[in-house]
């Protein structure tokens, strides 16, 4: 990535405006401020340190003045803001680092990349953005080589940071990192760029990840839209447990949808399911094929309460008048907690729902409820 | 690629536009979808009586959100009948988005209909009605809203004057000043979020009597409010009112006043000479860059015992300048070192790499800090160390060991830690298993089996349940192992598990315990137990069988409690 450096003055105007006008501190950073600015071509290679001098921590200038400086964009407006990043409150540190991204080139790159080196668990994350920021191909190679480090911290931000680029080498890295002994960054980074070469590790990850990374495996491979349909439909075959994770994702296309709608209608139909995903996913969906599935689990008493909730949860009409045809069922315990389930969640709709009900015994939830929906009296206010 | 195709269509002669309303009635949803979007996009009325047809089909909750934007954000009159349906037969989040949309659409004879829902409904209708309103007819919301805050029901009280507050009209303070003077809790403390969200020192005085009052729930949102007006008197208010509140709750508030740190900072270095200095004014010392209070601080530290939590914060949080110092100075009791090497670990500071190695040297009983601040900063000098700890004869160590090794990369690490799997430690064997499983997942299910199998009698009970948490391919075979072990725990402790499992697999397994003759009643009742809760088909076709070995829970009995 290039810096955005102008050539014209118009930034520095500003900064010397803004200089001026905070303090004689500031002053002193306006007078640094030079009109020759480097060519885009040519970063800063050398280091002029020697010949600057740094703010005190007392002259230190405040946010919108770092964003001067990064406007600015010369050697000694760079100068300034490796001063504030090594001295300034974590804020200030924090922008300025952003600031020194934004110059860019060899000295700001060399400055970032010695910092990182140096840096405490808590200013990694900072420098690494600032790294990726950046955004060459050497400062994405001082990445790639942290997220090989055998300090944990390092590695972490260093992929948070790798994550935000989408650059041929850096797509390569994730490929390869999806075999590290922690893929999980790496699996994450493909939730959010479509690679048909992942989708083999990502189904093996699925499969083989602990409960974490099968999770967002999964959304990984969901996010790779059609062209991982093979592999969501084998692994929605495999077991339940990876079932329950694919339930939990969010099915990028109306196939992967429909998927997961017959895998939980059947593990509906199949019983032995008290409650769980299956039941999430159809209260979730739409279809009326999931509420008929939900209607006939309410008739198992193992199953009855997680498929009523999920039915009064959906709230449609549709499902309220499925409620209120079982809360009149001739088995007793289902109508009772259907009629129950009808309460549990009351809107305007459920209104006449409401009404309607005369069980001798939910007299006073049915009272509570249509107070919740202000129509204890049928009348408005 | 469809998308544009028949957007494009949509925009063109009637024949085009004619093959885009013929889509809309064809058999491919996803194409239907996109045909009503197009003509909607084209703002085309045929778009508007194709929704009112597609919306019941759509059974994705995300593509039916951006269609009810869509109809919402188009603000065309014929759109009103297809959200107005939505408004009746949606399921919730559709439905109450539907509410949202009417307002967007800006078509006047919709109030009545959100009017309505201010009257009868959820919170969350009232909510998105009102909301709805503001954007439809803001002056007809603000009285229609007045109103209800001028009712008798508490609840919608409240929700009307949360709708209010975010109207921003003109007679807004003398709204709230009014509820404030209602007492009503609730209200009262809509009101206060408002003044701490946009501060008003007109207020000034209702707010030092709310926060020298009774009433804990609105004394500390009013100083959190007072705290934000930068009158001297209001900051003094909020010093006498914060006397009574535990210190750090009292200096979190001061704080929020920007004007109260510098007097704050001063207050600290005071408390230095205090007989009893608080842990929270050393941390806030620490955090403070300024020479001043770094002096302050290592004036105090050098001359007090603590105990090794506080030294180790103060490490953590400090300046590196000073923690070169604490550190060159060297500790000389026992809290003191043990907070130091806790705090370089919590710090993670290469800088302080050298000091750590030479604790690991140094003083036995810092050893293992030292070697775990060491790991974290991926130091490769610890690694002989870590083999040692894998390799000690407490058990606590050899856990540590893992934990510390499941953050390595090198391939060594993955040798230790499979050596680990096997230790004699149930504890520190299934750390190391669990750590593995998605490493080398084989390799974990046979040594998960040996471990169960290998352990005495007395054990196994334990290993199954440190080990029944591994991923369901890998435990299913532990616990099959288990379902026929001679130990009654054992089993049962596998027949619960397998019930937790769910599923006609589970079911099976335990129909075939509950029809072995040659188990034990227990190990029989607890599956009769777990089958009946499980449910499903074969649950009912051998209700009998299960009936004649467990009773039914008979607290099981339904307890209707909707709220």
Known sequence: MQSQLKTATPAVLVWRALALASSASALTLALWAKPAKLHPAAPHSTAPVAATQAPSVSDLPPLPQVNALRDNGDVAALEALIAIANRGEPKLASAALQSIAQIGGDRAREFLARRFAAATDAELPDLALALAALGDAAARALLTNAARSKRPMARSAAFEALSTLDTADVREFMLQALSFVEPAFAIGYFSNCREPRALPALERLARSGDSAQQRTAIDALFAQGDSAQPALLRLLREDDELCDSMLQGQPSTPLARQALRRASIERLRAGALRGGWAYEFLQRDLSSEAREALVLAARDPASRESALNALSARGDIDSLRSLSTLANDVEQGLAQQAACALLSQPDSRSRPFLLRSNRANLTSEAAAALARINASSGRPI | ?563
């Open chain 2, 1 to 563: 690629m469809h998308r544009s195709a028949l957007e494009a269509l949509a925009t063109r002669d009637e024949t085009a536009r004619a093959l885009v309303v013929e889509v809309t009635h064809g058999e491919d949803l996803e194409l239907r979808i996109s045909a009503v979007r197009a003509l909607l996009k084209a703002e085309r009325g045929e778009g508007y009586a194709a929704a009112v047809l597609v919306l019941p089909q759509i059974e994705d909750p995300e593509t039916l959100s951006s269609l009810i934007d869509a109809l919402g954000e188009s603000h065309d009159p014929r759109a009103l009948s297809a959200l107005e349906a939505l408004l009746d037969s949606a399921e919730r989040d559709a439905h109450l988005h539907a509410i949202g949309a009417l307002g967007e659409l800006g078509v006047a004879s919709a109030a009545t209909r959100l009017e309505g829902l201010l009257q009868v409904g959820s919170s969350e209708e009232f909510s998105a009605a009102a909301e709805a309103l503001k954007k439809l007819t803001p002056m007809g919301a603000a009285a229609k809203l007045r109103a209800v805050l001028g009712s008798e029901n508490s609840e919608r009280q409240e929700l009307a004057l949360s709708a209010l507050l975010s109207l921003d009209l003109p007679d807004s303070s003398s709204i709230m000043r009014e509820q404030l003077r209602s007492g009503d809790r609730g209200r009262v403390s809509l009101v206060l979020r408002q003044l701490i969200n946009s501060p008003d020192p007109s207020f000034e005085s209702e707010l030092i009597a709310i926060a020298e009052g009774d009433d804990r729930r609105t004394r500390i949102p009013a100083m959190q409010a007072l705290s934000k007006l930068s009158t001297a008197s209001a900051r003094d208010a909020l010093e006498r009112a914060t006397l009574s509140l535990p210190e750090t709750l009292a200096q979190r508030l001061l704080d929020l006043n920007p004007e109260h740190a510098e007097r704050a900072r001063e207050q600290r270095l005071t408390a230095l000479a205090q007989e009893v200095v608080q842990p929270s004014t050393l941390l806030e010392l620490a955090r403070d860059p300024s020479d001043e209070a770094q002096q302050a601080l290592l004036g105090y530290l050098e001359s007090h015992e603590l105990p090794a939590g506080v030294w180790a914060s103060v490490v953590e949080f400090a300046p590196s300048s000073t923690v070169q110092r604490i550190v060159g100075r060297g500790a000389s009791e026992a809290g003191a070192k043990e907070g130091l090497v806790e705090g370089l670990g919590r710090r993670g500071d290469p800088k302080f790499a050298s000091a750590l190695r030479a604790d690991l040297r140094g003083d036995p009983s810092l050893r293992k800090g030292a070697i775990s601040a060491l790991v974290a900063l991926g130091d490769d000098s610890v690694f002989g160390e870590l083999r040692e700890l894998a390799q000690s004869g407490d058990s606590a160590e050899r856990d540590l060991a893992v934990r510390l090794l499941s953050t390595r990369p090198e391939p060594e690490a993955a040798q230790e830690l499979e050596h680990l799997a096997s230790d004699p430690d149930a504890q520190v064997m299934s750390s190391a298993l669990h750590t593995l499983q998605s490493r080398s997942p084989e390799l974990v299910g046979r040594l998960a089996l040996r471990a169960l199998r290998e352990a005495a009698p007395e054990d196994r009970a334990n290993v199954l349940s440190s080990l029944s948490d591994l991923k369901a391919s890998l435990s299913r075979p532990l616990l099959e192992l288990a379902l026929g072990d001679a130990n009654d725990s054992v089993a049962v402790q596998a027949i619960q598990t397998f019930g937790n499992i769910q599923g006609p697999a589970s079911a099976q397994r335990l129909l075939a315990v509950v029809n072995d003759a040659s188990r034990s009643e227990e190990v029989r009742r607890e599956a009769a137990s777990g089958l009946r809760t499980l449910g499903g088909p074969l649950a009912q076709a051998n209700r009998a069988l299960l009936d004649s070995l467990s009773e039914p829970d008979a607290a099981g009995e339904f307890v209707c409690n909707p709220n």
